[in-house]
């Protein structure tokens, strides 16, 4: 089974970029299940339900996110009508909406996905660890096929929940930072993984926002309007190969897609 995780989909210009290359993606690459982090997706901040219904259409088959999943009002009520955009499981248990997807993939197998969210230098959420624990006894042991998008700041946590998940998931990768790594690989136990897979969108920027904006905000210490950046676009994403039978990882590669590049 091949899995597509599409790394964080930033403002008007990573939907752009999605738009014109997922279908060949899907087909030439012979993707049987299409995942992207979107919570950066509507302006680099957050994501609407308006703006995940065309991600949807576009040939995506669940949206995971993060820590900017309530910066659209909008989206608390949609996340509980829209079982395949995803926010961090290990909020608490009362927040709208669901950390788990299982869904079958073009091929018919099913799978499960994952999102957690790290608390390093972020928000005091609940331990993304014992959740996995929690999610991963509660899963049908029929579903062997299982993907986990972790959302976290600092890479020793993402690799600290990769060793954690190691032979139990069929990958971890790490998303939030919004720069890839170079660290692709299948860890001892049968697990893919790579640190963070990077952003989907505009690189002539800080993280995806205009640099002249961020500068500044770096030379003064004043707050500053963010503003999506403008320039060179590419698509980072990894290509995940899963033994459908054992739900271990047999491949794992980075694609990039850098059209101006």
Known sequence: MNLLFIGDVFASP?????ADNLAHIITSEHIDLAIANAENAAG????????????????????TTG????D???TAEYLDRQPRLLRPANYPGNSPGRGVHI?????????????LQGRTHMLPIDDPFRKADEILAAIDPKVKVRFVDFHAEITSEKLAMGWYLDGRVS???????HVPTADTRILTQGTAYQTDVGMTGPYDGVIGVDKQVILRRFLTGIPVRMEAARGKVELHSVIVEVDEATGTA??????TIAPDG
């Open 44 to 63: 680099g901040f957050g994501i609407t339900p308006l703006i995940a219904e065309e991600l949807f259409a576009l040939g995506l088959d669940v949206l």
């Open 103 to 115: 869904g079958r993939g073009r091929n018919g197998v099913e799978a499960a996905v994952i999102n």
């Open 72 to 74: 659209k009002r909008e």
């Open 14 to 18: 990573g939907r752009r970029i999605i």
């Open 250 to 255: 047999t491949s794992i590669r980075r694609y």
């Open 171 to 177: 990958a971890v990768v790490g998303t939030h930072t």
């Open 67 to 70: 820590n900017h999943i309530w």
